[in-house]
């Protein structure tokens, strides 16, 4: 079976710092687009961060400055790491992979494999 699972969240206060992993079960990551998602309640999934199997990045323009998305294949992972954390910041956060040439739209449609989130929390 084919899925992520990720780790690192937690509960920080505003500025702080994490980084969340994201590993590949089942299959290997090599041939596929990566992204990052977060969900806060009552909202729509959306799309943080993604990487493509050549290592191009893209990022939405509140995360900008702030996240650093990384992959490892060797092993098999990807990584966010999240700097000046805000309130607004907090969220589920689920990594997911793509095959498609509109990985960089990082919609959810566009995503094949998830995983089942790790919760971040920022207190002010």
């Known amino acids: 079976q084919w899925q992520f699972v990720e780790s690192g969240g937690g509960s920080v206060q505003r500025g702080g710092s994490l980084r969340l992993s994201c590993a590949a079960s089942g299959f290997t990551l090599q041939y596929a687009h990566i992204a990052w998602f977060r969900q806060a309640p009552g909202k729509e999934r959306e799309g943080v961060s993604s990487i493509s199997r050549d290592g191009t990045t893209y990022y939405v323009d509140s995360v900008k400055g702030r996240f650093t998305i990384s992959r490892d294949d060797a092993k098999n992972t990807v990584s966010l790491q999240m700097n000046s954390l805000k309130p607004e910041h907090k969220a589920a956060y689920h990594c997911?992979?793509?095959?498609?040439?509109?990985?960089?739209?990082?919609?959810?449609?566009?995503?094949?494999?998830w995983g089942q989130g790790t919760q971040v929390t920022v207190s002010s």
């Open positions: 997911a992979a793509a095959y498609g040439d509109d990985w960089y739209l990082m919609k959810v449609t566009e995503y094949d494999v």
